[in-house]
């Protein structure tokens, strides 16, 4: 039945890219809720389905025009936004879907509701059009996303972020601890702290001083993650550019306030290829600055991710790639194969490195990876740590993560079959066995 006199409209959703995105739809979500709209999870049962794209690669693009299609196919009245309808101005999604009803881009979560309320007009009901404070999410209860900033000051060569979200926009200290305060309040026990270059939050505002419930705060990722590491919640940092100041976070990761985990996308280990990715080319002071990270805070995790195939790569720069990647032992690395996204400037380097090429160079990448990672999780059996439940399978089958992993995009901990337990509780872990991913061990104690 459609959206009628007695009827609350209902809006289906489909949220696709990266935790951004995530961030960008739970807020549509939760003004949608709160103007009474009922939000369904198929087709057929809502009056508009909304698609929040992405797109940074080709696979993503090509995931994202087909999740368009099939929402017209199965519903017909379809709303676009997110990073592909930021391209050449909507016109993009409009070549290849012309019966979208509006295509929006990222962060314009005003225009999205005004293209719903343009095609389903809200009916108001104000006794039960109810939102919890920390609005509707699309993660479980037990953790959630906290985006700090918008868009980025850097002009990576291979990407077109900021032309699609714009230059760095850093939000209100004040704002974001009132928003994370209302999530811990709602059961959150770990933060996602995330960004396009969370390291640069607050130079847009030239780190002026703010303030949160009367006591002053500067506009800076060190004193925001001070007052978030008061709020007795793990609090783990993703996208973070090496800048110097970064350094000045390990002291709150030794003292327990945030945890000892960073998320450094580096790219590369070859100077003359970060010098073409636009990119930090002293690859000689990137081990440096990790061999002082980990000296000061022995059990920092560091993430990155990198990219094989960038057009010019010889097989020198790739053998640079490997010593760096044996030299700096990350802890958990991803490796994407170059794709030249249209508008990226690296399109225009000579050199294309050919397909095969470049996955031949992915799987060796991720060979040499493998063994690190099983060499330094090795390294954590017998330890017992505090872990979060994130998942209860059949037979009460446990799965947890430590403090050294964040949620779907490292490994997990599998902790067998035990009773009593729900997702969102804390539990101590004895670590027995490790393979190249996970962990696995015996609760303690709950």
């Known amino acids: 039945m459609k959206a009628g006199a007695n009827t609350p409209p209902k809006v289906g959703f489909v949220s696709l890219g990266c935790p951004k995105a995530t961030v960008d739809s739970e807020r549509i979500l939760t003004q949608l809720r709160a ?154 026990k770990e933060l996602l702290v995330i960004s396009q270059d969370t390291g640069a939050y607050g130079v847009d505002r030239k780190y002026r001083t703010a303030f949160h419930n009367g006591r002053p705060l500067k506009t800076r990722i060190t004193d925001l993650c001070a007052a978030l590491g008061e709020l007795g919640v793990w609090v783990r940092l993703h996208y973070v550019y090496p800048y110097p100041h970064i350094d000045e976070l390990l002291p709150l990761m030794a003292a327990g306030k945030i945890l000892p985990y960073l998320d450094v996308p580096l790219q590369h280990g070859s100077p003359r290829i970060l010098k073409a990715m636009r990119r930090p080319a002293a690859a000689e002071k990137t081990l440096d600055r990790i061999l002082g990270w980990r000296q000061a805070v022995p059990d920092l995790t560091i993430r990155s991710t990198f990219i094989v195939g960038f057009p010019g790569e010889t097989d020198a720069d790739f053998t640079e790639l490997l010593d760096f990647l044996r030299a700096a032992e990350l802890d958990r690395v991803g490796c994407f194969a170059y794709s ?80 009593g337990l729900q997702v969102g509780d804390w539990v101590e872990v004895e670590i027995n066995r490790a393979d190249a991913h996970d962990l696995y061990g015996m609760v303690v104690s709950a």
Do not use: W
């Open 340 to 419: 030249a996204v249209e508008g990226a400037p690296a399109n225009a380097i000579a050199g294309a490195v050919p397909e095969s090429v470049k996955e031949e160079r992915r799987a060796a990448f991720m060979a040499v990876q493998e063994a690190i990672s099983r060499q330094r999780l090795q390294h954590r059996v017998g330890q017992r740590q505090r872990m979060l439940v994130d998942a209860v399978g059949r037979g009460g089958k446990i799965t947890a993560r430590s403090a050294s992993d964040a949620p779907e995009i490292d490994g997990v901990v599998h902790l067998g079959k035990v009773a």
């Open 35 to 188: 103007e009474g709209y009922l939000l369904v999870g198929d087709y057929a049962s809502a009056d508009v389905v909304v698609v929040n794209t992405c797109g940074f690669i080709d696979a993503a693009v090509e995931e994202s025009l087909e999740a368009i299609g099939e929402a017209l196919n199965e519903n017909g009245k379809v709303v676009v936004t997110g990073c592909l309808g930021a391209r050449e101005g909507g016109d993009f999604v409009r070549g290849a879907h012309p019966k979208v009803l509006a295509v929006t881009g990222p962060n314009q979560a005003g225009a999205v509701l005004d293209a719903i309320h343009a095609a389903l007009p809200p009916a108001h009901d104000p006794y039960t059009d109810l939102v919890p404070p920390q609005g509707l999410r699309l993660t479980p209860p037990h953790y959630a996303y906290l985006k700090i900033s918008e868009g980025c000051n850097q002009s990576c060569s291979f990407c077109i972020i900021p032309s699609m979200r714009g230059k760095l926009v850093s939000r209100a200290p004040d704002d974001i601890l009132r928003e994370a305060e209302a999530l811990v309040a709602g059961g959150a």
